[in-house]
């Protein structure tokens, strides 16, 4: 089937139901199935954005098995690309009778001038506009099925068709074998007005071998009554596989970065490797960036041009400005989108540094291996090449910050600041016990603790006097 022309068919007046109430038995875990993680979200709040994506009017989540678990977890289903957040409420089916028995307990919380659009909480890369098409086939008055033409079509309920015209669909377990031959099969996914749902469902029976009621049984009635039955079938089964297994799971999450890694590509982005980077959030990049293998980006990281990030980092609710380049084994966290660790234009940043909550590094900021740093700021061409921890600290335009050195910040109840002027040298091995200041222009000592503040452009030194004692013997093990 052709894309359809989709700018022209409302999608307003749209109730989602979206099936989670299953166990999940294969996953052998007792986290429900729904809430297994998905490029760093549960399974349920993919499927749950799709309707945001769809400026849905209301979702009706059904659930069943660990229902309270599940229903925690709605609230922090954040919507992406919503212009519009729709109602979001739980239903649960207790006991578990089917998919046709879910949907019913789902209806009631569904308007009767509505599209029900009915998805699976387990199916979570179905793309925006498949699901605009199906709905753009029903016309917002016909029965539509998500179908497809898989290789192998074992496990899935086949579309039985005289001549062009669906007749039914035809579960595995209860199919013939020319049945079963039929390689255009439903998908579990289907579009219809609620009204006539509501009737449908209302005549469905639990006579076949699982002893359940089937949606499915709805489009023999549907037929029955003379109403249309349309489909629209694709040719991309990633976008409709379910997960059951954590093998299926690991296959799904490659798709879904594979998915990624494409579009990247596709705007630009140089990646040393797709088949290794995995983004679990939002990653939005300038022109010519560069990404290195086995990167992780987490919650809303921005790239600016030029950026280069080195293999093997990780980084969360992070800003990187042009030029920057991040080496590898980097790992770089922000507590949250809004309030990222931000990196300035041309800094550099590694190997094995880490960034924590509330780090601010400016213009040519040097952070080299093996250094830290929480909630502190660092102007314009500060440097802390290695070995260092800077916590809670304000630092001015070219600092040199020595190796070994660190701000004592806390003294066993509260967090203090430290004040670091421009143009300072810290010494390797110093300890700067906060509160403290440290005079712009001035030099601290290796090896000196400092406890005061000091004045600028002065050398300050706050260590023991060196003392030698001639003839001095280190002490000798006993004989035997």
Same mark, same amino acid.
Request: proline share 6%.
């Given at each position: 089937?052709?894309?359809?022309?989709?700018?022209?068919? #409302?999608?307003?007046?749209?109730?989602?139901?979206?099936?989670?109430?299953?166990?999940?038995?294969?996953?052998?875990?007792?986290?429900?199935?729904?809430?297994?993680?998905?490029?760093?979200?549960?399974?349920?709040?993919?499927?749950?954005?799709?309707?945001?994506?769809?400026?849905?009017?209301?979702?009706?989540?059904?659930?069943?098995?660990?229902?309270?678990?599940?229903?925690?977890?709605?609230?922090?289903?954040? #919507?992406?690309?919503?212009?519009?957040?729709?109602?979001?409420?739980?239903?649960?089916?207790?006991?578990? /009778?089917?998919?046709?028995?879910?949907?019913?307990?789902?209806?009631?919380?569904?308007?009767?001038?509505?599209?029900?659009?009915?998805?699976?909480?387990?199916?979570?890369?179905?793309?925006?506009?498949?699901?605009?098409?199906?709905?753009?086939?029903?016309?917002?008055?016909?029965?539509?099925?998500?179908?497809?033409?898989?290789?192998?079509?074992?496990?899935?309920?086949? $579309?039985?068709?005289?001549?062009?015209?669906?007749?039914?669909?035809?579960?595995?377990?209860?199919?013939?074998?020319?049945?079963?031959?039929?390689?255009?099969?439903?998908?579990?996914?289907?579009?219809?007005?609620?009204?006539?749902?509501?009737?449908?469902?209302?005549?469905?029976?639990?006579?076949?071998?699982?002893?359940?009621?089937?949606?499915?049984?709805?489009?023999?009635?549907?037929?029955?009554?003379?109403?249309?039955?349309?489909?629209?079938?694709?040719?991309?089964?990633?976008?409709?596989?379910?997960?059951?297994? #954590?093998?299926?799971?690991?296959?799904?999450?490659?798709?879904?970065?594979?998915?990624?890694?494409?579009?990247?590509?596709?705007?630009?982005?140089?990646?040393?490797?797709?088949?290794?980077?995995?983004?679990?959030?939002?990653?939005?990049?300038?022109?010519?960036?560069?990404?290195?293998?086995?990167?992780?980006?987490?919650?809303?990281?921005?790239?600016?041009?030029?950026?280069?990030?080195?293999?093997?980092?990780?980084?969360?609710?992070?800003?990187?400005?042009?030029?920057?380049?991040?080496?590898?084994?980097?790992?770089?966290?922000?507590?949250?989108?809004?309030?990222?660790?931000?990196?300035?234009?041309?800094?550099?940043?590694?190997?094995?540094?880490?960034?924590?909550?509330?780090?601010?590094?400016?213009?040519?900021?040097?952070?080299?291996?093996?250094?830290?740093?929480?909630?502190?700021?660092?102007?314009?061409?500060?440097?802390?090449?290695?070995?260092?921890?800077?916590?809670?600290?304000?630092?001015?335009?070219?600092?040199?910050?020595?190796?070994?050195?660190?701000?004592?910040?806390?003294?066993?109840?509260?967090?203090?600041?430290?004040? $670091?002027?421009?143009?300072?040298?810290?010494?390797?091995?110093?300890? /700067?016990?906060?509160?403290?200041?440290?005079?712009?222009?001035?030099?601290?000592?290796?090896?000196?603790?400092?406890?005061?503040?000091?004045?600028?452009?002065?050398?300050?030194?706050?260590?023991?006097?060196?003392?030698?004692?001639?003839?001095?013997?280190?002490?000798?093990?006993?004989?035997?």
């Amino acid at each position: 089937m052709s894309n359809p022309d989709l700018s022209s068919f #409302p999608l307003h007046n749209l109730d989602v139901v979206i099936l989670a109430a299953g166990k999940g038995t294969r996953m052998k875990s007792r986290l429900p199935k729904v809430l297994h993680p998905l490029a760093g979200r549960p399974l349920l709040h993919h499927v749950v954005d799709l309707a945001y994506q769809l400026q849905a009017r209301k979702v009706v989540v059904v659930t069943g098995h660990e229902a309270a678990m599940v229903e925690a977890s709605i609230p922090a289903c954040v #919507p992406s690309m919503a212009s519009a957040v729709p109602d979001i409420v739980c239903i649960r089916q207790e006991p578990q /009778l089917g998919t046709g028995h879910a949907v019913m307990q789902a209806l009631p919380a569904c308007g009767d001038d509505t599209m029900v659009l009915v998805l699976c909480g387990d199916v979570p890369l179905t793309l925006p506009g498949t699901l605009q098409a199906l709905l753009h086939a029903s016309q917002g008055n016909q029965l539509a099925l998500l179908t497809m033409e898989p290789l192998d079509p074992t496990g899935y309920g086949r $579309i039985v068709r005289e001549g062009d015209a669906v007749r039914a669909i035809v579960e595995q377990k209860d199919a013939t074998p020319a049945q079963r031959a039929i390689r255009e099969v439903y998908c579990g996914i289907l579009a219809a007005p609620a009204q006539r749902l509501r009737s449908w469902l209302s005549r469905v029976k639990a006579d076949n071998a699982q002893r359940e009621y089937y949606l499915t049984d709805i489009v023999r009635l549907a037929v029955e009554d003379g109403f249309p039955v349309v489909t629209h079938c694709i040719a991309d089964t990633v976008q409709v596989v379910g997960v059951n297994s #954590p093998a299926q799971l690991a296959e799904l999450e490659r798709a879904y970065q594979r998915r990624v890694a494409d579009a990247l590509l596709d705007n630009g982005v140089r990646l040393a490797d797709p088949a290794r980077i995995d983004v679990r959030g939002v990653l939005e990049c300038g022109q010519d960036v560069s990404i290195d293998v086995n990167c992780i980006f987490e919650g809303r990281v921005e790239l600016g041009e030029g950026v280069h990030i080195g293999a093997h980092c990780v980084l969360r609710n992070v800003v990187v400005e042009a030029g920057a380049r991040i080496h590898p084994f980097t790992h770089a966290e922000g507590s949250a989108p809004e309030e990222p660790v931000r990196i300035g234009t041309g800094a550099l940043v590694g190997p094995f540094a880490r960034l924590r909550p509330g780090a601010k590094l400016g213009a040519d900021v040097h952070v080299g291996n093996f250094v830290e740093v929480k909630n502190s700021t660092l102007a314009e061409g500060a440097k802390a090449n290695h070995l260092a921890y800077v916590g809670d600290a304000t630092v001015g335009e070219r600092v040199n910050f020595g190796a070994g050195s660190i701000t004592a910040n806390y003294d066993g109840v509260r967090k203090h600041h430290t004040h $670091i002027g421009a143009d300072v040298h810290i010494g390797s091995n110093c300890v /700067l016990i906060a509160p403290v200041t440290i005079g712009a222009g001035g030099t601290i000592g290796a090896g000196s603790t400092v406890t005061r503040d000091t004045p600028n452009g002065t050398l300050t030194v706050a260590r023991s006097r060196q003392v030698s004692i001639p003839g001095w013997k280190r002490p000798a093990k006993p004989g035997p």
